[in-house]
C-alpha cells in the first residue's frame, strides 16, 4: 500500500523568504508519481508541481521546487520568496496502481506573515 | 484552467433522501474521479471511471454508486444519504492515468442533516 506523510500540520513563514514544506511516502512500485497541490481558503484544489521517479532532476515550477530524495523517500516542497497569496493549505500525493488514483497526505497550512 | 464544472456547488439534504452530483468536462479527458475531502483524512478516492460506462470503486466506494453515460459527464450518486456524507466532493479527470496531471473541479459542500 502507498502512503503519504507530512508531519507539519501547520508552518508560519515571513513574506519574502523561502519555505520548505515536508513530505514523505512509502511505495513499493518502481514507477511512481509525486504532486503537491495548493487549496486556497476557496476550496479549489489547484496543481503546483510534478516529479517522476525516474526524473533524474528535481521539478521546477517558477517559484516551486521540488526537492526529490528517492534513498530518503521524501518529496519536500520548496517556496522560494514567499507572497502572502501563498497562505494556503498544501497536499502531497502519490499516484498509486489503481487506475491512477492519488494519495493524499493531511495537508500542511501554510501562513505567510507580512 | 481545465474545463470541470461540478453541480451543486452547495447542497443542504436531509437523512435518507438520494442526492446526485454531477461533474461536467470540457477536456474530452478519458479519466474522471470522485474525492471526498473530511478533516484529518485529507482526499479519499470514491469512485472513478477510465471510460464511457467503465468505472470502479475507489477505497471508501460503500453508499456511493457512479454513473457515465457520455465522456463529458461523471455522476456521484448518494443512493440514500446518510451524515456521514457529509464532505467536500471533488471531480478530478486526467487524460491518462499515470502520465498524465490530475486537475479538479471546484469542488461540492454537501451537508446532510
Known amino acids: 500500500a502507498q502512503k503519504i506523510t507530512q508531519t507539519q500540520p501547520g508552518m508560519f513563514v515571513q513574506e519574502k523568504e523561502a519555505v520548505t514544506l515536508d513530505c514523505t511516502y512509502d511505495?513499493?512500485?518502481?514507477?511512481?508519481?509525486l504532486f503537491w497541490y495548493k487549496q486556497p481558503s476557496s476550496g479549489e484544489m489547484i496543481f503546483l508541481i510534478y516529479?517522476?521517479?525516474?526524473?533524474?532532476q528535481n521539478a521546477t515550477e517558477g517559484r516551486y521546487s521540488l526537492n526529490f530524495q528517492k534513498a530518503r523517500k521524501s518529496a519536500n516542497l520548496v517556496i522560494s520568496a514567499s507572497q502572502l497569496g501563498d497562505s494556503a493549505m498544501y497536499f502531497c500525493?502519490?499516484?498509486?496502481?489503481?487506475?491512477?488514483?492519488?494519495?493524499f497526505g493531511q495537508g500542511t497550512e501554510l501562513s505567510v506573515k507580512p | 484552467d481545465a474545463g470541470i464544472t461540478q453541480s451543486p456547488r452547495h447542497k443542504v439534504t436531509e437523512t435518507g433522501t438520494p442526492v446526485t452530483l454531477r461533474c461536467h468536462q470540457t477536456?474530452?479527458?478519458?479519466?474522471m474521479y470522485w474525492y471526498r475531502q473530511d478533516p484529518g483524512h485529507g482526499l479519499r478516492l470514491i469512485h472513478y471511471?477510465?471510460?464511457?460506462?467503465?468505472?470502479d470503486k475507489g477505497e471508501v466506494s460503500d453508499g456511493y454508486s457512479v454513473s457515465r453515460s457520455k465522456t463529458e459527464d461523471f455522476l456521484l450518486t448518494l443512493e440514500s444519504a446518510t451524515s456521514s456524507q457529509t464532505s467536500v466532493y471533488f471531480c478530478?479527470?486526467?487524460?491518462?492515468?499515470?502520465?498524465?496531471?490530475?486537475?479538479f473541479g471546484a469542488g461540492t459542500r454537501l451537508s446532510v442533516l
Open positions: 516529479q517522476g521517479s525516474y526524473d533524474e
Open positions: 471511471s477510465y471510460g464511457v460506462k467503465d468505472t
Open positions: 478530478a479527470i486526467s487524460e491518462a492515468p499515470y502520465l498524465n496531471i490530475q486537475y
Open positions: 477536456e474530452n479527458h478519458r479519466y
Open positions: 511505495t513499493s512500485d518502481q514507477s511512481y508519481g
Open positions: 500525493a502519490i499516484r498509486g496502481n489503481q487506475g491512477g488514483k492519488l494519495i
